[in-house]
Protein backbone atom coordinates (compact mmCIF):
# COMPACT_ATOMS: atom_id res chain seq x y z
CA UNK A 1 0.00 0.00 0.00
CA UNK A 2 1.28 3.42 -1.33
CA UNK A 3 1.38 6.08 1.85
CA UNK A 4 0.76 9.75 0.93
CA UNK A 5 -2.65 10.82 1.85
CA UNK A 6 -4.55 9.47 4.53
CA UNK A 7 -3.55 7.42 7.54
CA UNK A 8 -6.17 4.32 7.89
CA UNK A 9 -6.63 3.07 11.22
CA UNK A 10 -4.56 -0.33 10.74
CA UNK A 11 -1.61 1.79 9.44
CA UNK A 12 -1.52 4.12 12.08
CA UNK A 13 -1.91 1.48 14.93
CA UNK A 14 0.82 -0.59 12.90
CA UNK A 15 2.85 2.35 13.81
CA UNK A 16 1.53 2.99 17.60
CA UNK A 17 2.67 -0.62 17.77
CA UNK A 18 6.20 -0.29 16.21
CA UNK A 19 7.18 2.99 17.76
CA UNK A 20 6.30 1.53 21.05
CA UNK A 21 8.73 -1.78 20.79
CA UNK A 22 11.20 0.90 20.07
CA UNK A 23 10.04 3.46 22.79
CA UNK A 24 13.28 2.59 24.57
CA UNK A 25 15.51 4.10 22.03
CA UNK A 26 13.62 6.66 21.61
CA UNK A 27 13.78 7.65 25.18
CA UNK A 28 17.69 6.81 25.21
CA UNK A 29 19.07 8.84 22.67
CA UNK A 30 18.22 12.31 21.47
CA UNK A 31 19.15 12.17 18.05
CA UNK A 32 16.58 9.93 16.74
CA UNK A 33 16.72 10.48 13.27
CA UNK A 34 17.63 6.53 12.45
CA UNK A 35 15.03 5.16 14.37
CA UNK A 36 12.66 6.70 12.60
CA UNK A 37 13.76 5.38 9.48
CA UNK A 38 13.54 2.30 11.31
CA UNK A 39 10.39 2.39 12.08
CA UNK A 40 9.52 3.73 8.18
CA UNK A 41 11.36 0.40 7.34
CA UNK A 42 9.34 -1.63 9.97
CA UNK A 43 6.28 0.14 8.39
CA UNK A 44 7.22 -1.01 4.99
CA UNK A 45 7.68 -4.65 6.21
CA UNK A 46 3.88 -4.66 7.34
CA UNK A 47 2.98 -2.92 3.81
CA UNK A 48 2.89 -0.07 4.54
CA UNK A 49 5.08 3.12 2.66
CA UNK A 50 5.75 6.15 4.94
CA UNK A 51 8.79 8.07 4.80
CA UNK A 52 10.25 8.62 8.27
CA UNK A 53 9.32 12.38 8.52
CA UNK A 54 5.57 10.85 7.58
CA UNK A 55 5.75 8.58 10.32
CA UNK A 56 7.39 11.77 13.07
CA UNK A 57 4.85 14.12 12.10
CA UNK A 58 1.83 11.59 12.44
CA UNK A 59 3.32 10.64 15.73
CA UNK A 60 3.72 14.41 17.08
CA UNK A 61 0.09 14.52 15.81
CA UNK A 62 -1.30 11.41 17.73
CA UNK A 63 0.72 12.60 20.92
CA UNK A 64 -1.05 16.34 20.54
CA UNK A 65 -4.31 14.56 20.03
CA UNK A 66 -3.71 12.05 22.81
CA UNK A 67 -2.32 15.20 25.38
CA UNK A 68 -5.46 17.05 24.15
CA UNK A 69 -8.17 14.39 25.31
CA UNK A 70 -5.86 13.35 28.36
CA UNK A 71 -6.05 16.95 30.07
CA UNK A 72 -9.57 17.97 28.53
CA UNK A 73 -11.49 14.87 29.59
CA UNK A 74 -9.99 11.80 30.85
CA UNK A 75 -12.95 10.32 30.91
CA UNK A 76 -14.15 11.25 27.26
CA UNK A 77 -10.48 10.10 26.08
CA UNK A 78 -11.78 7.19 24.42
CA UNK A 79 -13.60 8.83 21.62
CA UNK A 80 -10.03 9.95 20.29
CA UNK A 81 -9.91 6.00 18.50
CA UNK A 82 -6.51 5.66 19.43
CA UNK A 83 -6.66 6.29 22.97
CA UNK A 84 -6.02 3.20 24.46
CA UNK A 85 -3.17 2.28 22.59
CA UNK A 86 -1.72 5.37 23.30
CA UNK A 87 -2.84 5.29 26.70
CA UNK A 88 -1.24 1.65 27.50
CA UNK A 89 2.05 2.68 26.23
CA UNK A 90 2.49 5.78 28.21
CA UNK A 91 1.23 3.95 31.12
CA UNK A 92 4.02 1.23 30.34
CA UNK A 93 6.43 3.72 29.57
CA UNK A 94 5.95 5.19 33.09
CA UNK A 95 6.39 2.82 34.85
CA UNK A 96 9.90 1.35 32.62
CA UNK A 97 11.30 5.06 33.73
CA UNK A 98 10.43 4.42 37.15
CA UNK A 99 12.04 1.05 37.11
CA UNK A 100 15.03 2.51 35.25
CA UNK A 101 15.52 5.19 37.83
CA UNK A 102 15.48 2.61 40.35
CA UNK A 103 18.03 0.12 38.50
CA UNK A 104 20.46 2.86 37.70
CA UNK A 105 20.44 4.00 41.33
CA UNK A 106 22.08 0.08 41.41
CA UNK A 107 24.09 0.00 38.19
CA UNK A 108 23.95 3.30 36.14
CA UNK A 109 26.70 2.13 33.94
CA UNK A 110 25.58 -1.48 32.96
CA UNK A 111 22.20 0.47 31.60
CA UNK A 112 23.73 2.93 29.41
CA UNK A 113 25.57 0.18 28.07
CA UNK A 114 22.82 -2.24 27.99
CA UNK A 115 21.19 0.54 26.07
CA UNK A 116 23.63 1.30 23.13
CA UNK A 117 23.81 -1.94 22.96
CA UNK A 118 19.96 -2.16 22.01
CA UNK A 119 20.42 0.64 19.98
CA UNK A 120 23.57 -0.92 17.56
CA UNK A 121 21.16 -3.87 17.21
CA UNK A 122 18.53 -1.81 15.79
CA UNK A 123 20.86 0.17 13.77
CA UNK A 124 22.20 -3.40 12.30
CA UNK A 125 19.27 -4.76 11.69
CA UNK A 126 17.80 -1.73 9.74
CA UNK A 127 21.10 -2.38 7.62
CA UNK A 128 20.89 -6.00 7.71
CA UNK A 129 17.22 -5.06 6.06
CA UNK A 130 18.64 -2.81 3.73
CA UNK A 131 21.52 -5.29 2.30
CA UNK A 132 18.52 -8.11 2.40
CA UNK A 133 16.21 -5.45 0.22
CA UNK A 134 19.28 -4.27 -1.89
CA UNK A 135 20.07 -8.36 -2.57
CA UNK A 136 16.43 -9.09 -3.66
CA UNK A 137 16.57 -6.24 -6.07
CA UNK A 138 19.55 -7.46 -7.52
CA UNK A 139 18.10 -10.92 -7.88
CA UNK A 140 15.11 -9.69 -9.62
CA UNK A 141 17.06 -7.14 -12.21
CA UNK A 142 19.38 -10.84 -12.79
CA UNK A 143 16.05 -12.49 -13.55
CA UNK A 144 14.97 -9.80 -15.74
CA UNK A 145 17.76 -9.47 -17.76
CA UNK A 146 17.92 -13.65 -18.17
CA UNK A 147 14.05 -13.39 -19.40
CA UNK A 148 15.02 -10.59 -21.69
CA UNK A 149 17.50 -12.54 -23.24
CA UNK A 150 15.39 -15.30 -23.76
CA UNK A 151 12.67 -13.41 -25.31
CA UNK A 152 15.35 -12.04 -27.94
CA UNK A 153 16.25 -15.05 -28.33
CA UNK A 154 12.59 -16.59 -29.05
CA UNK A 155 12.30 -13.33 -31.27
CA UNK A 156 15.47 -14.22 -33.34
CA UNK A 157 14.47 -17.51 -33.74
CA UNK A 158 11.16 -16.33 -35.10
CA UNK A 159 12.47 -13.56 -37.37
CA UNK A 160 14.97 -16.04 -38.88
CA UNK A 161 11.96 -18.76 -39.40
CA UNK A 162 10.00 -16.30 -41.51
CA UNK A 163 12.79 -15.38 -43.06
CA UNK A 164 13.67 -18.91 -44.52
CA UNK A 165 9.62 -19.93 -45.03
CA UNK A 166 9.90 -15.99 -47.24
CA UNK A 167 12.86 -17.41 -49.43
CA UNK A 168 10.99 -20.63 -49.83
CA UNK A 169 7.94 -18.93 -51.15
CA UNK A 170 10.36 -16.54 -53.22
CA UNK A 171 12.04 -19.78 -54.76
CA UNK A 172 8.39 -21.49 -55.13
CA UNK A 173 7.27 -18.87 -57.18
CA UNK A 174 10.19 -18.31 -59.17
CA UNK A 175 9.88 -21.76 -60.28
CA UNK A 176 6.75 -21.82 -61.40
CA UNK A 177 7.77 -18.38 -63.50
CA UNK A 178 9.93 -20.30 -65.00
CA UNK A 179 7.81 -23.15 -65.62
CA UNK A 180 5.37 -21.11 -67.24
CA UNK A 181 8.03 -19.31 -69.03
CA UNK A 182 9.30 -22.59 -70.49
CA UNK A 183 5.50 -23.42 -71.38
CA UNK A 184 5.32 -20.31 -73.42
CA UNK A 185 8.21 -20.89 -75.30
CA UNK A 186 7.40 -24.12 -76.51
CA UNK A 187 4.16 -23.48 -77.27
CA UNK A 188 5.60 -20.28 -79.90
CA UNK A 189 7.71 -23.02 -80.84
CA UNK A 190 5.56 -25.14 -81.58
CA UNK A 191 3.32 -22.69 -83.79
CA UNK A 192 6.56 -21.57 -85.26
CA UNK A 193 6.88 -23.42 -89.09
CA UNK A 194 10.14 -24.69 -89.86
Known amino acids: MLGGGQW ?30 VVSAKMKDGGFTRTPDQCKS ?31 LFTERAKNMQ ?29 NQQLRMEMQWGEMMERRARERQLFEQEWQQSMEKLERERLMVEKAWKEREEERG ?13
Open 99 to 127: RRLLESEAGEDEDESEEESLLEEVVREFF
Open 182 to 194: DGKRAELREGIPC
Open 8 to 37: GQEETRELIFIRGELERDFTATKHNKTLWE
Open 58 to 88: KWKNLLNRYKGKETADPENGCQFPFFEELHA
